[in-house]
């Protein structure tokens, strides 16, 4: 009889293989032992068993984890996931107990437990990430950041924290993401765009950490900060993303953080990559969440059309019968005799300029002016 680890690592293989096909309701699980320790500050012993406990259940999840990749044959699919997936605990620990607690070490707090993973859970979620990253067609990304300071935003700092610290989180979510090198331009806000559409990027992740002095506070004894060669600095870190063709916002990311050290410079610069690696998980998911509506739901495409008024009408009528995929077509006017169109496609634009080409428009002459993820222009003609 199979002893219960050996029935554990079993089904690890069995889930990342796509051959176990669970009963209803069944579900596959490994049990773990960990430990997570953390700092006892102002001796407050309740919140650092708290955090040792955390730290426990991420090292459980990484454990699960690690049990499917060393069973894998897609081995860097899920060699790159921390945090991103290790922090969401709840939902792959089914359950746990504390089987060992107190102090390690002078002001150190460390929890043991032991914990039943669910596997299948965690594979599920691994794998659907990379599953809808390829869906969506692996769109080139571009990270660029930069670091200023409050009182003069338009000089660049040039520390590179802000990029270096985005690029790794999204490596950490998924090592299908496509991070196109962000070089070593010098860029203003209103150039990021045009620097992103000539490395041939379709998607631009733009960060800036606005560096402040945080004022100087008291220290028990009397002593400020400043008087033991400790300085603090505030990061606010804004991140936006955008699609490069259409200029869209996806979203805006914020998060502040402090730092100090034993100069501004410094303390800014840890500031700084902080606020960015705090904010990386959160681009991974918005990430994510635009791209599956976009595969999922449909995605909008912008069409633009130079033609008489006539064969805009026939255009409007006929485009959604000559191509595959499209759920809507909405004229958004004419102007100059070039009329807008809104898609609502399931398919992104090359796919549906090359079904144009394939089917062309009858009589009507086409021309592909120029295509990209999310716009098409054409011109007809008799």
């Known amino acids: 009889m199979p002893n219960p680890a050996f029935r554990a690592w079993l089904a690890g293989l069995l889930v990342v293989a796509g051959l176990y096909t669970q009963p209803a309701g069944a579900v596959v ?156 331009d010098r860029w203003q806000p209103e150039e990021a765009l045009a620097l992103a559409r000539s490395r041939g990027a379709e998607v631009l992740v733009l960060g800036q950490a606005t560096l402040r002095p945080v004022p100087d506070a008291r220290v028990p004894g009397g002593n400020q900060l400043r008087d033991l060669g400790i300085q603090s600095a505030r990061a606010e870190v804004e991140v936006r993303l955008l699609w490069v063709d259409t200029g869209e916002v996806v979203a805006v990311l914020n998060q502040n953080t402090r730092a100090a050290a034993g100069s501004f410079d410094a303390a800014g610069r840890k500031a700084a990559r902080q606020g960015a690696a705090k904010v990386a998980p959160q681009v991974v998911r918005k990430l994510l969440k635009d791209w599956q509506e976009r595969v999922y739901a449909g995605r909008l495409v912008q069409v633009q059309v130079e033609a008489t008024t006539g064969q805009l009408r026939r255009f409007e009528r006929e485009f959604p019968q000559k191509v595959s995929g499209i759920d809507q077509l909405r004229s958004r006017g004419v102007a100059g005799g070039v009329g807008r169109f809104e898609a609502r496609a399931r398919h992104e634009a090359f796919q549906l300029a090359r079904e144009l080409s394939a089917s062309g428009m009858g009589d009507l002459n086409v021309e592909i002016l120029g295509v990209t993820v999310n716009t098409l222009s054409l011109k007809l003609s008799d």
């Open 29 to 184: 699980t490994q049990s773990v032992k960990a430990t997570g320790t953390a700092a006892i500050i102002a001796g407050d012993r309740a919140n650092a068993f708290e955090q040792a406990k955390k730290a426990a259940l991420r090292e459980a999840v990484e454990q699960a984890a690690g049990t499917l990749v060393t069973t894998s044959t897609q081995v860097e699919d899920f060699a790159l996931f921390s945090d991103t997936v290790f922090l969401q605990t709840a939902g792959y620990v089914r359950r746990y107990r504390v089987v060992s607690q107190g102090e390690s070490e002078p002001g150190t707090y460390q929890v043991g437990i032991e914990a039943e993973v669910d596997l299948g859970f965690l594979h599920q979620q691994l794998e659907a990430r990379n599953l809808l990253i390829d869906a969506a067609g692996s769109p080139p990304l571009l990270c660029l950041g930069k670091e200023v300071l409050a009182e003069s935003k338009s000089a660049d700092l040039g520390w590179g924290v802000v990029a270096e610290e985005l690029e790794k989180g999204l490596k950490d979510a998924s090592s299908r993401f496509h991070l196109l090198s962000p070089g070593g």
